[in-house]
């Protein structure tokens, strides 16, 4: 009996020490310093310039949770519904009601936002690599799936529709833009008085 368990001890501890080793090691700021300082040297022996004309840009991801989901969700969707509803009353794109439209935008606001949280939690190092460029492709693809369905809106002209489209993506992100601008602008008063 002491024999088998002198036996199962080595191997316990075997195994505690190569679960250890798999966890990965917490870096520190010190480490991060190192790391940085070695890549900052390999650079600047590649391209043959000085390590001080090589500038380092830190950018830290937008951060993601239930409330900032939620208000860009209903952002988008009021947006987009009023701004197509808006819009096809001035550029005739398509044969159809105001509710037809409604229903349309409510489609293509959820595709477009599935799509948008989707690259940002999978494609997140994509996303900063392109400094947020690639969140183009959501609602192009939303355009696209869109028109291919055929029990919402038919537009009658693909040109207008498209004319639609580019001037709704356009004035969205920009009321976006400089709302959430005063927001924080806002903010920023409130907090110093």
Known sequence: MEDNKNELEPKDKKEETKEKEDKPKKKTAEDVEKEMQQMLDDLSQQMGVDKNQIRVISIKAPKRNFL???????????????????????ISWCEGKWYDLLFYSLMFSAIELVLRNV???????TFIQTFGLVMVVPPLVALFVCIFI???VTPISIGRYLI????LLIVREFIKKYSVDFYYRHKKVKNKK
């Open 68 to 90: 900032t989901i939620l208000i860009e969700s209903l952002y988008y969707i009021i947006s987009t519904a009023l701004l197509f509803i808006g819009l096809s009353g001035y």
């Open 119 to 125: 690259f940002l939690v999978i494609f997140k190092k």
């Open 150 to 152: 055929p029990f919402i």
């Open 164 to 167: 639609v489209c580019a001037i």
